[in-house]
């Protein structure tokens, strides 16, 4: 009941795209495709583009284990421009900063969200620190 109670909150405070999953420290994003890593990890620890993607590789979260680091173009659905962070109020851990994204170009160009502005931005360079968001695909 209380599961329900807080899906149903979540519901009507932030849209029906996002429901917390508090227990498992996640967001699902609906109609449920994406699930979100929302642990107070996300905005502890920054870290270079490939321990990211290693530490996304790694990652066990809600008894899950495929996490993945997401692409630009899912990193913009969460943005809220109207909040600082640029982030949709369901995510309760967020650093006002750099979130990596997978894209990765050439000459170790690689790209990020900055949840201060909502943008993307690139850099050169794969020793650069930002904040990591593991998301999975569910399935």
């Known amino acids: 009941m209380k599961i329900l109670a807080s899906i149903l909150l979540s519901m009507s405070l932030f849209g029906s795209d996002f429901v917390s999953e508090r227990q498992s420290q996640t967001v699902i994003q609906n109609p449920e495709t994406l699930m979100w890593q929302d642990d107070e990890q996300v905005s502890e620890q920054k870290m270079s583009y490939k321990s990211a993607l290693s530490y996304c590789e790694s990652l066990g979260l809600g008894d899950m284990t495929d996490w993945r680091m997401p692409t630009q173009q899912e990193l913009f659905h969460i943005i809220d421009n109207?909040?600082?962070?640029?982030i949709f109020p369901v995510f309760a851990h967020t650093a006002t900063d750099c979130y990596w994204a997978t894209q990765k170009e050439q000459n170790n160009r690689?790209?990020?969200?900055?949840?201060?502005?909502?943008?993307?931005?690139?850099?050169?360079?794969?020793?650069?620190?930002?904040f990591i968001r593991c998301v999975r695909k569910i399935k």
């Open 82 to 86: 109207e909040r600082t962070p640029t």
């Open 110 to 130: 690689v790209s990020f969200i900055d949840f201060a502005t909502g943008k993307s931005m690139h850099v050169i360079g794969l020793d650069y620190s930002c």
